[in-house]
């Protein structure tokens, strides 16, 4: 087992019950349903689960990198690094290994733009908007505390130096009452707390929320001219 059957054995969310299985076997017409490719690959990057065989999260994440679209191999990797010990550099130390396999140089790209901290795949694809966008790239999860260290609130992503953030909202923060509820005062506290929040949904398209955030920045940027005045 590889690819998105290894990260989804090892814990990983938001793998897709829909796209084929992947499988490192030498077989040019698979069934329906399994997608097979040949590679090398070496005993110390392959584990048994559950009695199968399954590449390892460093191999595993290589793979993604290599055989995904920037975006989506990222958000992928994502999911598998908040699941396990994965860390990025030896993932990196890995396709030195490979460096003449197809892929690895986009894989490079991917590696560069992983972070653990995305909890979703909408989470992970608005990271890599910013950054496209010349943004700074931000740090996710980001803890905000009140005036007597009392915890307030854990944002998505965002800048503290700035307090500037974003937050996706799946739909849940609309139908769910008590959710709904929570947010209301939560959001207050951060406005208290001199924090401007960029409230993401599905709805929300990249020139649109972009173009939020940057009346965002330009709202602080004046806030703190005017202090400094």
């Known amino acids: 087992m590889a690819g998105n ?3 989804a054995l090892q814990g990983a969310k938001w793998v897709d019950d829909r796209a084929s299985a992947e499988l490192l076997y030498d077989y040019r017409r698979p069934p329906s349903g399994i997608s097979t490719w040949s590679d090398l690959v070496a005993e110390d990057e392959m584990t048994l689960i559950a009695g199968t065989t399954v590449t390892r999260p460093a191999r595993t994440a290589l793979d993604l990198a290599c055989r995904y679209p920037v975006v989506k191999a990222v958000a992928a990797i994502d999911a598998l690094a908040r699941a396990t010990d ?8 890995l396709g ?16 560069s733009l992983v972070d653990s901290g995305a909890e979703s795949p909408r989470e992970s694809w608005l990271r890599l908007l910013l950054i496209d966008a010349g943004h700074p790239r931000p740090r996710t999860q980001v803890p905000v505390y009140g005036q007597y260290g009392e915890p307030v ?3 998505d ?3 503290e130096d700035v307090k ?9 923060h609309r139908t769910d009452r008590r959710q709904f509820n929570r947010d209301i005062a939560r959001y207050e506290a951060l406005a208290d707390l001199d924090w401007i929040v960029v409230r993401v949904t599905a709805e929300d398209t990249r020139g649109g929320i972009l ?6 920045w ?3 940027t004046c806030t703190q001219r005017g202090r400094s005045a």
């Open 157 to 159: 992503m965002g800048w």
């Open 153 to 155: 609130a854990m944002l």
């Open 96 to 111: 030195e290994r490979y460096r003449g396999r197809r892929g690895i140089r986009r894989a490079r790209l991917a590696l």
């Open 218 to 220: 330009a709202r602080r």
């Open 86 to 93: 994965l860390e990025v550099l030896k993932v990196e130390l």
């Open 211 to 216: 173009a939020r955030l940057a009346s965002a």
């Open 164 to 172: 500037v953030a974003l937050e996706h909202e799946g739909d849940h």
């Open 5 to 7: 059957c290894a990260a």
